[in-house]
Nanobody, 124 residues
Framework: QVQLVESGGDLVQPGGSLRLSCAAS????????MTWVRQAPGKVPEWVSL????????RYADSVKDRFTISRDNAKNTLYLQMNSLKPEDTALYYC?????????????????WGQGTQVTVSS
């Protein structure tokens, strides 16, 4: 069965960095676009970033552009999110998800398979 397991979340000070990982199994990872989504307490899920099957194409939400970098290692079936210059407003539960279609990557509710999430807290 499809399984996505995120890791790497932590408490970090403003301006700090974290790298999230998402280990995928149960499907051919290299065949799917992948996406990161986050959800802050009391808010709806927010799309963060997507990556194409080979990693050649990436896209970011305006709120994280130039600070976050998405990447993937298809040999390791792993998705990454490098987060730099973190801000308190980046505090959220971060999920990786398998995109049902290329278009669904940016619509959190349109993707069927998500991980359990990893908590990122940015606070001094």
């Amino acid at each position: 069965q499809v399984q996505l397991v995120e890791s790497g979340g932590d408490l970090v000070q403003p301006g700090g960095s974290l790298r999230l990982s998402c280990a995928a199994s149960g499907f051919t990872f290299s065949n799917y676009y992948m996406t990161w989504v986050r959800q802050a307490p009391g808010k709806v899920p927010e799309w963060v970033s997507l990556i194409s099957t080979t990693g050649a194409f990436t896209r970011y939400a305006d709120s994280v552009k130039d600070r976050f970098t998405i990447s993937r290692d298809n040999a390791k079936n792993t998705l990454y999110l490098q987060m730099n210059s973190l801000k308190p407003e980046d505090t959220a539960l971060y999920y990786c998800a398998r995109c049902n279609t290329q278009a669904s990557c940016v619509i959190p509710g349109k993707n069927d398979y998500w991980g359990q999430g990893t908590q990122v807290t940015v606070s001094s």
